[in-house]
């Protein structure tokens, strides 16, 4: 396997998309349910938790952005294989390979639970997770190019759901965010701790950075991304404690889609119908980039056409969502992805950064001393 790669003019995209790829895979399901998660660990100082996370988040960036400069235009798996060698690099290839593929069914399989319970209730799973999954193999097969043009109009078409965002604040009290710091040190960390599932997407980087045009604006558009991601959610959380008491926030599954109820429009009564429709152009990103850099592994460790592991792992995916027959084992493997997501995305790429900065300190010493010999 190649260290680093350096794809055709064609593959390559302007740095200013990583704007949109990063915010539009860090919103995705996590965003509907993330204040109801976060409030039980900081109540209402939970949407300080939230902007603590997003500052986390903006550090490990700027971290793994280093770590990528140290190379010519290699992704984490070419890192891997050179830090570690063929064997080991390759297992831990695959290990991410997997991390990615459960990512992938994971947000699969919660936008379909969204869709029978708002929308559908006696929809077959299958039905609906066959549909996004062929949506989501025509795109991955355009390409990368394509794959970000999706997050792009996801971003685009998307944004006014934000702004519907604003209605529920006439009905809410702001009382609800006093005293503020309530929260001890150790319960805004938790809370900030609960945001990984939402926050997860932002590792993307390691795997699409050789196909950056300007390289060295990468960092600079990433950061710009997540701040995007950590206004957003902010504002989401804050206005989910101005608008619940604190016992109907710890009650309600979904509270981001439960505060579009209140919305009215001229011969429309449901328009959280039109926000959980609309939330399928917000996980399609998602989706595209995690099969993407899954499939992009699976090139690389067997040196296999992608578009071979683009149909086993969706096949694969599809295969898996008839095991799902409850919500408790919905939560139980969302919660296991969630904490590892934490390992795979939060700790690991800091430590793996601590190694290859030492590595190549180490390899600058050695041909100074071979240059002065």
């Known amino acids: 396997m190649k260290v680093n790669l350096h794809p055709k003019e064609g593959l ?30 900081a109540k209402h100082d939970a949407w300080i938790s939230v902007f603590l996370a997003g500052i986390i988040v903006s550090i490990v960036l700027v971290i793994m952005i280093q770590m990528l400069k140290q190379y010519e235009s290699a992704d984490l798996y070419g890192i891997h294989v050179d830090i570690f060698g063929k064997w080991v690099g390759n297992s831990l290839n695959f ?29 077959p799973t299958w039905q609906l997770s066959l549909v996004l999954i062929l949506l989501v193999i025509y795109t ?42 309530n929260a001890n040190v150790k319960q805004l960390f ?46 989401a959380t804050i ?27 001229p011969n429309l009564e449901r328009f959280e119908f039109i926000a959980v429709s609309f939330w399928m152009l917000i996980i399609m990103p998602n989706m595209c980039l995690y099969l993407w850099a899954a499939t992009k592994g699976f090139s690389r460790i067997l040196r296999k056409k992608q578009k071979w592991g683009v149909w086993i792992i969706a096949i694969a995916a599809f295969g898996a969502s008839f095991f799902i027959k409850t919500r408790y084992q919905m939560n139980t493997i969302t919660d296991w992805v969630a904490k590892l997501g934490f390992y795979f995305a939060f700790c690991y790429p800091v430590l793996l950064a601590m190694i290859v900065f030492i590595k190549k300190w180490y390899k600058r010493r050695e041909s100074k001393h071979a240059e002065t010999s």
């Open 239 to 265: 206005i989910s404690i101005v608008f619940f008491a604190s016992n109907s926030l710890e009650k309600t599954i979904w509270p981001v889609l439960s505060m579009f109820k209140i919305v009215r429009l």
């Open 140 to 181: 991955v097969y355009g390409g990368i190019r394509v794959v970000v043009g999706v997050a792009f109009l996801s971003v685009v078409g998307t944004i006014w759901l934000a702004v519907v965002l604003f209605v529920p604040l006439q009905f809410g009290d702001f009382t609800h965010l006093f005293p503020i710091m």
């Open 190 to 235: 938790m809370g900030a701790h609960s945001t990984t599932l939402s926050m997860l997407g932002f590792e993307i980087i390691l795997f699409v950075y050789p196909f950056v045009k300007e390289k060295q604006k990468a960092m600079f558009f990433v950061l710009i991304g997540n701040l995007i991601t950590t206004i957003t959610f902010t504002f």
């Open 95 to 123: 290990l991410y390979m997997m991390y990615m593929t459960s990512t992938f069914f994971i947000i699969l399989m919660n936008y379909v639970e969204i869709v029978q319970v708002w929308i559908f209730p006696t929809l």
């Open 12 to 41: 390559l995209f302007n740095a200013p998309m990583l704007i949109f790829i990063i915010h539009s895979i860090q919103v995705g399901v996590g965003l509907a349910g993330l204040p109801r998660i976060v409030y039980l660990e």
